[in-house]
């Protein structure tokens, strides 16, 4: 059964700072994974999709790496503002098309 | 487009009453599928439609819990009847349908935040 976690749980920087968020799966045999934000009281936002044959992308300010046969994706985000505050979901999908969350990190950048 | 609708955004109801939720998924889009978000359990997939049919129901968590996609723009969650446990938030979510879905970007609704008292 694929199980993803998300490290660390919380985070809070202040403005400005670049940060990474850690994402980590079990299963390798995976589709695709994607990286989501979720505003408090919102529904979730997709940020990036890398597929399994893809290493990174990117986009603006964000940058998701993929290492699929160690378990691991990375979120970096650049220059952090205010308004990127908000939980950020790892997803990653296997052939059958279901999705498996992690739980969330937590981000507050402070202004 | 108007991206994925979900009503009513907020249900608060009696333990034993019957809950209906309902979707919206954006035009075009082939699959749907409905999760259930807890502090305690994250994010669940509890079904998953393609081309209006049910492919997945595993994640239903009980026979209380039904779902339906009698056309490809809409879909109804029903819950009979209902239970103070099954307060959570639910997701509608759609996408195209492209390779049964699997490497597909999931298009989310603001969802239902269900209240049982």
């Known amino acids: 059964k694929q199980e993803v976690t998300q490290i660390p749980a919380a985070l809070s920087v202040p403005e400005g700072e670049n940060l990474v968020l850690n994402c980590s799966f079990t299963?390798?045999?995976?589709?695709?994974l994607q990286w989501f934000r979720q505003d408090p009281g919102k529904g979730l936002t997709s940020l990036l999709l890398?597929?399994?044959?893809?290493r990174e992308q990117t986009s603006g300010r964000l940058n998701a790496s993929l290492d699929k046969s160690s378990g691991r994706s990375t979120l970096y985000i650049a220059a952090s503002q205010p308004g990127d505050s908000a939980t950020y979901l790892c997803?990653?999908?296997?052939?059958?098309?279901?999705?498996?969350f992690g739980k969330g990190t937590l981000l507050t950048v402070n202004p | 487009d108007a991206g994925v609708i979900q009503s009513p955004r907020h249900e608060v109801t009696e333990m034993g009453q019957e809950v209906t939720l309902r979707c919206k998924p954006i035009?075009?889009?082939?699959?749907l599928f409905w999760y259930r978000q807890t502090m305690m359990r994250g994010l669940e997939l509890l079904i998953y439609?393609?081309?209006?049919?049910?492919?997945?129901d595993s994640g239903m968590p009980e026979d209380r819990f039904s779902a339906k996609m009698p056309n490809a723009s809409f879909s109804t969650l029903k819950i009979q009847p209902s239970e103070p446990r099954d307060s959570a938030v639910y997701f509608c979510?759609?996408?195209?349908?492209?390779?049964?879905?699997?490497?597909?970007?999931?298009?989310f609704g603001p969802g239902t935040r269900l209240t049982v008292l």
């Open positions: 997803a990653v999908s296997g052939s059958n098309y279901k999705l498996t």
């Open positions: 439609f393609n081309n209006n049919v049910p492919i997945d």
């Open positions: 299963d390798s045999a995976i589709y695709n």
């Open positions: 979510a759609s996408s195209l349908g492209t390779s049964g879905g699997a490497g597909d970007t999931q298009y």
């Open positions: 890398i597929q399994s044959s893809q």
């Open positions: 035009s075009g889009h082939n699959s």
